[in-house]
């Protein structure tokens, strides 16, 4: 029986050691927890932070935005009323260049009612014609076709109002070269070329083409009106905002274009003459 003592104290040893290990354990389990936790509430401590931060940060950020877009609204806002302003100057200075084509249009009128051929080729000969196609133009006043300020307005005006007023101006002084040249003794149907008027015409006023193939130089006066009218549409569009689609842009330079070469053909007539 002298083992039992043995097995007993080895049984106990074993057991104490097995205690042991398990407290061991637990405390370690324990501790590792602890410290996981700690760990754990400081990253969500920071996180926490770092949230409110980026969330401090971001509302800041907005109230910077929202202060850069009420100031560029405010700035645009105030540039476009400028631009309304100046709008509005450009139509007054640019109608005030179209009245100052009336002289022009009023010759133009007198010379729509005489044959044009047939007087310059008697005005050629006879001093007295040239005389009556000078008091035709009684109180016509080329100083008078004041048109800087219709240019000071083209940079303000659309495309299409610059276009239609370039028309008129062209048409317009057709009839007054017509009429130097009568009261000069020159046929001014030898000297002008009326077709880039026509073109010009046809161009701008689709529905007076018959008109001015048949009627020729005669019919241009009364092309004057319509133009005109078509002048106050085009303003009236562009202050409504309803003249930037391309259609309206590309006739508008079509028109232009016209323009300029009547003008141009026009001059070098002059010249040459």
Request: aromatic residues 6%; without cysteine.
């Amino acid at each position: 029986m002298d083992w039992i003592p043995a097995v007993t104290t080895t049984s106990l040893f074993a057991a104490a050691l097995w205690l042991a290990r398990n407290l061991i354990s637990v405390r370690l389990t324990k501790s590792v927890e602890h410290e996981f936790n700690e760990k754990l509430e400081r990253v969500r401590t920071d996180y926490r932070q770092r949230e409110e931060e980026l969330r401090a940060g971001l509302q800041a950020r907005a109230a910077e935005i929202e202060a850069l877009r009420v100031g560029a609204l405010s700035a645009m806002s105030g540039r476009q009323a400028a631009i309304d302003k100046r709008r509005l100057e450009a139509v007054d200075q640019l109608w005030t260049s179209v009245t100052a084509l009336a002289s022009a249009r009023a010759l133009a009128a007198s010379l729509s009612v005489i044959k044009v051929e047939a007087v310059g080729e008697m005005a050629q000969r006879d001093e007295k014609v040239r005389q009556f196609v000078e008091m035709l133009g009684f109180g016509f006043d080329a100083n008078k076709m004041d048109h800087g300020g219709a240019a000071k307005a083209q940079p303000f005006v659309s495309p299409m109002v610059w276009a239609v007023y370039s028309a008129m101006q062209a048409v317009a002084s057709h009839a007054v070269i017509q009429w130097h040249a009568l009261k000069s003794g020159l046929n001014p149907t030898r000297i002008i070329d009326e077709e880039k008027v026509k073109s010009l015409i046809k161009v701008a006023l689709p529905h007076y083409s018959d008109y001015v193939d048949k009627h020729g130089s005669a019919s241009f006066y009364y092309t004057l009106d319509a133009l005109e009218s078509q002048l106050l549409a085009a303003i009236q569009q562009m202050l409504n905002g309803a003249d930037n689609d391309r259609a309206t842009i590309d006739r508008a330079a079509e028109i232009l274009k016209h323009s300029s070469e009547a003008m141009k053909a026009a001059a070098a007539h002059v010249d040459a003459a």
